[in-house]
């Protein structure tokens, strides 16, 4: 039975039948930090499907302050695949080629939820370093 994982909304195809849901939501915590704790939710649809969906789970932080280095740690240092899978969408006359980008669309996904995973890592990140100047003028 063919299964779909969702998070956010989105759907995300199968990587490899063999692999557990519990490693596929761990390779979709390298896109989604956040998913590392997730909730898992099962829902049957038919005997067509089978779709999990993530869901965060919700806390509360212990700290009133955020500690500037661990939120910089937390960016992840790494290429993002949406520059190769652009390189490769685009034919010799600089046009998107609408076929090849049709056959990745899973990459699309991927490459698109691991442009925006570096995305939410980076924005506290900047914030961080913004406060920085302030930090250390107040530590004086």
């Known amino acids: 039975m063919p299964r779909v994982f969702v998070y956010d909304g989105r759907e995300f195809p199968d990587p490899d039948p063999s692999l557990s849901v519990e490693d596929i939501r761990k390779q979709l915590c390298d896109f989604f930090p956040?998913?590392?704790?997730?909730?898992?939710?099962?829902?049957?649809r038919g005997d067509d499907e089978v779709r999990y969906t993530f869901a965060r789970r919700i806390g509360?932080?212990?700290?009133?302050?955020?500690?500037?280095?661990?939120?910089?740690?937390?960016?992840?240092?790494?290429?993002?695949?949406?520059?190769?899978?652009?390189?490769?969408?685009?034919?010799?006359?600089?046009?998107?080629?609408?076929?090849?980008?049709?056959?990745?669309?899973?990459?699309?996904?991927?490459a698109i939820a691991e442009a925006e995973a570096y995305a939410r890592a980076t924005r506290p990140a900047v914030e961080a370093l913004r406060r920085i100047p302030q930090h250390w003028s107040s530590v004086r």
């Open 34 to 44: 956040e998913l590392t704790n997730a909730e898992t939710r099962e829902e049957r």
């Open 60 to 110: 509360t932080k212990g700290a009133d302050r955020a500690d500037i280095a661990e939120i910089l740690r937390q960016v992840p240092a790494k290429h993002l695949a949406v520059f190769d899978l652009a390189a490769e969408l685009i034919d010799a006359d600089g046009e998107i080629d609408a076929e090849a980008a049709a056959v990745h669309q899973p990459e699309i996904n991927l």
